[in-house]
């Protein structure tokens, strides 16, 4: 089940460890980042937002919160949302696919979605296809955490997911926001 669900490859090392904190956004988005995990070891239920401009680290400080939680035995599934609705169209058609697809989904004890809003397509039907889609995904999810990352505020996102879906996530949820565009982040690691 975990390669249908943990998609960091075993070469990439984004963790806490390398997390450059090049600005003081940066090292609150660390802490913010650090104290959630601390949360969810104690019990807690709680979601996390994580948004910004490209190259900021979202998907950085993402990786390190679910290969964490991993390590630390929890049950934990990274995938980007692209992929996700691919496997749910994969579903389509086949009630006994999409039963185990939504048992698998709901029963992980933290979920990082990473790029939410790049799955959505811009056509008004797709439109409300993925955002009556995520509404279910996030119902699915209640009573347990997870992460979303997201290159939109949350104004923007609520024009591509729907408000209802915005809504729903930021029930019991933190939120970390890194735009900052004085810098990129990808390219700092890079040199």
């Known amino acids: 089940m975990d390669g249908d669900w943990y998609y960091i490859n075993s070469d990439d090392k984004a963790g806490f460890k390398n997390f450059e904190e090049l600005n003081p956004e940066l090292t609150a988005a660390k802490g913010k980042a650090t104290d959630y995990i601390k949360d969810l070891l104690e019990g807690k239920i709680r979601n996390l937002r994580i948004s910004g401009t490209p190259g900021t680290g979202k998907t950085h400080l993402a990786k390190a919160i679910a290969r964490t939680l991993k390590h630390k035995g929890r049950k934990v599934a990274f995938i980007e949302s692209r992929k996700l609705f691919d496997n749910i169209k994969n579903t389509f058609g086949n009630r006994v696919a999409q039963e185990r697809f939504e048992k698998q989904f709901a029963d992980f004890d933290l979920v990082v979605l990473d790029d939410v809003g790049v799955e959505t397509n811009k056509a008004a039907d797709e439109l409300s296809w993925s955002s009556r889609e995520w509404v279910k995904?996030?119902?699915?999810?209640?009573?347990?955490?997870?992460?979303?990352?997201?290159?939109?505020d949350k104004e923007s996102l609520k024009a591509v997911i729907g408000a209802r879906s915005v809504s729903r996530i930021g029930e019991n949820s933190e939120t970390?926001?890194?735009?900052?565009?004085?810098?990129?982040?990808?390219?700092?690691?890079?040199?």
């Not at 995904?137 to 997201?150: A, E, H, N, P, Q």
């Not at 970390?176 to 040199?191: A, V």
């Open 137 to 152: 995904l996030i119902d699915l999810r209640r009573g347990k955490s997870t992460v979303y990352t997201t290159n939109f």
């Open 176 to 191: 970390i926001e890194l735009f900052t565009p004085d810098h990129d982040y990808r390219d700092r690691l890079l040199y």
